[in-house]
């Protein structure tokens, strides 16, 4: 039987694995924009002098690192030319939670010890025709030990077809572990990723879950099959558009509805919120906000 700490371990793994891949194959669809194509689109001039784009990677870790409070993280950010800003961050952090945040958190109520590890990707297009992106998916142990984690798409032009293979990829990921997830997990996500003050979506959804911890090997498996799922759909969706022409009008919707999601993120986002209440990384935390933005 694998013990907490191999359990920490398979999961921490897992997710600089996942990273990797997510890395390598959004710098292959930066190579596939050629120069010849390029040169066709609405900011050729802003293009001409960008090579592909690669990650840059950068280590953090937290103050006091020891047994007691400690971890880090690597943030993993790349500006090119089909990515204006994409970050795939991961981090593995340890410590305690303060008295009043510890009473959101399962499990802290007599122990106020965590351990949370865990990969996020925010993906912010060049292209207002391909859709923005979030995933993320972590582990969380206090006296509890959990999965959480989910993705979802913010499309800037809306297309059928994207909305309709990204829900069907996350469904068919959920349904080789539960019959009731998606339907679950797909109103938790229009419930979570919802603006109040606006009343409206953030976008057109995908799935949220949290808490999941009655059978770790099998809600581990599912969390990987999260991270595959949306591994295999979301590159499909961008080589779908990256390479058509759109117009200023549709820059500009592009930039209010960042806009958005700078809202939701700063507003709403329990990961922004417990990354700031943990000691972690203020620039890995706010990785996800649009490189930029417009409000009318």
């Given amino acids: ?16 694995v996942l990273r990797d891949r997510i890395c390598a194959e959004f710098e292959a669809i930066e190579d ?4 010849e194509i390029a040169a066709r689109l609405p900011i050729a001039e802003d293009l001409c002098d960008v090579t592909p784009g690669r990650f840059e990677r950068k280590a953090w870790h937290r103050e006091d690192d020891g047994p007691a409070k400690g971890g880090g993280g690597v943030m993993s950010v790349m500006r090119g030319r089909v990515f204006e800003k994409v970050g795939v961050n991961v981090s593995t952090v340890w410590g305690e939670f303060s008295a009043d945040f510890a009473k959101q958190i399962p499990g802290t109520d007599q122990d106020p010890r965590f351990w949370a590890g865990g990969i996020s990707l925010v993906a ?46 996350l469904q068919a990921a959920c349904d080789k572990h539960d019959p009731d997830y998606h339907g679950k997990f797909k109103k938790w996500c229009d419930e979570y990723f919802y603006l109040k ?3 409206e979506p953030r976008g057109v959804g995908g799935i ?33 558009h990256m390479a058509k022409p759109w117009t200023a009008e549709q ?27 943990t000691g972690g990384n203020v620039e890995a935390i706010l990785m996800s906000l649009p490189p930029a933005v417009a409000w009318p």
């Fill in 32 to 35: 596939e924009l050629s120069p």
């Fill in 251 to 277: 820059r500009q919707h592009q930039l209010v509805r960042r806009g958005r999601y700078v809202e939701f993120n700063l507003l709403y986002d329990r990961g922004t919120l417990f990354g700031l209440k």
């Fill in 197 to 199: 003050h606006r009343d």
């Fill in 1 to 16: 039987m694998n013990t907490t700490e191999d359990r920490k371990t398979q999961a921490s793994e897992w997710f600089a």
């Fill in 124 to 169: 912010h297009l060049r292209s207002p025709l391909v859709p923005a992106v979030h995933m993320n998916t972590r582990h969380i142990v206090t006296t509890k030990a959990w999965f959480g984690g989910g993705a979802d798409l913010t499309p800037m032009v809306p297309d059928e077809a994207d909305t309709r293979d990204f829900h069907a990829a």
């Fill in 208 to 240: 949220f879950y949290d808490y999941l911890e009655a059978d770790w090997d099998a809600d581990f498996a599912f969390t990987r099959d999260v991270g595959l799922a949306f591994l295999d759909v979301y590159p499909k969706i961008v080589r779908r």
